[in-house]
């Protein structure tokens, strides 16, 4: 068996011991720390701005990593401003893989001088880069709260099933502000052809799923029709972690249906302000495939305003996700971290010594 487990059990640790310390203390670590600004102007890493990551090598009974029928496609957006917290996540999930050499990774770009890093991190690590072009999505975006949102790689999973190549059938989308702390293949394994599903993630039906729309859009009975009066129920679903059946997508239009609710909101009225998310809910929220919550222990960066601290969600914890404004890359260097950032540091190669281009 490969070694590829060994950081689990410290992981499991350190997430019970924050727990332990939350009840026994009687208060929540969510509120104390001081707000992190991000920096005005994205940071250009060097290629050398990183640790090299170990080879990680397939576990007994993994198989031939060069079979195509046993590989685990990932998908992720790379830029300048989120690329160390990209570079943990991949370090994440090949450090928890049984099988890491059965895992491609396949990253949306806009410049292909973003992979560099990528490159000299990960040595032996397959991967593709796909060019994501901003204008195919540009004059479609609207305002929304955090200027983080708005940045055209954000949607860019929306268009995800056309970038891909066609003999990958089934991807997994993740953000770049998580950390895998299981084997990503137990979520790649969910059953997507029950049903005829597109997407699979976790699903949260007893939240307040009014928030995500404005008065505009629930005051309006053709547009809020999309919800009410019918059998499918308004569930909400996080779009950084999802598994897409990708051929489905590209049958079914649904980028082109993700963009007539964007028409709707560049042209029409504002319906909604928090970035790509609410198209993707109002075409296919309560419409996908549920998948246990812990895969996604989302919002650990706090709210889109404010980011502030949050402690976890209980229960089980397959992957942690800073979805949000604070994110624990920022808050660390502040020296000002909330209790759930020292989870995402041991998975952090960044090098500061080496870290900035000239």
């Known amino acids: 068996m490969g070694y590829s487990w060994t950081w689990l059990p410290a992981a499991v640790l350190l997430l019970a011991t924050t727990h332990a310390m939350s009840a026994a203390s009687g208060i929540q670590t969510t509120t104390e720390a001081t707000v992190i600004r991000p920096p005005a102007a994205p940071t250009r890493y060097s290629p050398g701005a990183f640790m090299e990551a170990p080879a990680f090598r ?18 992720m957006t790379l830029d300048a401003t989120y690329l160390r917290g990209t570079i943990a996540a991949v370090f994440s999930i090949l450090r928890h893989a049984a099988c890491p050499e059965d895992i491609t990774f396949h990253f949306l770009a806009a410049h292909h001088r ?8 990960f040595p032996y690590l397959d991967y593709r ?6 204008a195919r999505v540009s004059a479609r975006i609207s305002r929304s709260v ?5 940045q055209p790689l954000n949607y860019a999973r929306i268009y995800l099933a056309d970038m891909l190549p066609r003999a990958v059938a089934r991807v997994i989308y993740l953000d770049s502000d998580l950390v895998v702390v299981d084997d990503v ?16 993630a976790p699903e949260y039906c ?16 053709n547009l809020s029709a999309t919800f009410r ?11 950084g972690v999802m598994v897409m059946d990708v051929a489905r997508w590209r049958a079914g239009g649904y980028s082109r249906r993700v963009e007539e609710w964007m028409a709707v909101q560049k042209q029409e009225k504002r319906i909604y302000s928090l970035g790509s998310l609410p198209p993707y809910l109002l075409v296919l929220a309560g419409e996908i495939m549920p998948v246990d919550h812990r895969w996604n222990q989302h919002g650990l960066g706090g709210d889109n305003v404010e980011g502030r601290c949050r402690s976890l969600h209980p229960g089980p914890i397959s992957l942690l ?7 624990p890359w920022l808050r660390l260097d502040s020296k000002k971290p909330c209790a759930v950032d020292h989870l995402w540091a041991p998975y952090d190669l960044y090098n500061a010594a080496t870290a900035l281009e000239d």
Request: proline share 3%.
């Open 146 to 150: 955090r200027t983080a949102l708005d």
């Open 114 to 121: 973003d992979a560099d890093a990528v490159r000299h991190t």
């Open 229 to 239: 009066g019918r059998r499918r129920r308004p569930c909400y679903f996080n779009t």
């Open 185 to 200: 293949r137990k979520l790649w394994s969910v059953d997507l052809a029950r049903d005829g599903h597109v997407v699979a």
């Open 321 to 327: 996700h800073w979805s949000g404004k604070g994110k």
């Open 206 to 221: 007893h939240t307040n799923f009014t928030k995500y729309f404005t008065d505009a859009f629930w005051s309006d009975a």
């Open 129 to 134: 880069v796909h060019r994501f072009d901003p």
């Open 58 to 75: 397939n576990g007994d009974g993994c198989g031939t990593p060069s079979s195509s029928s046993s590989r685990v496609h990932i998908a």
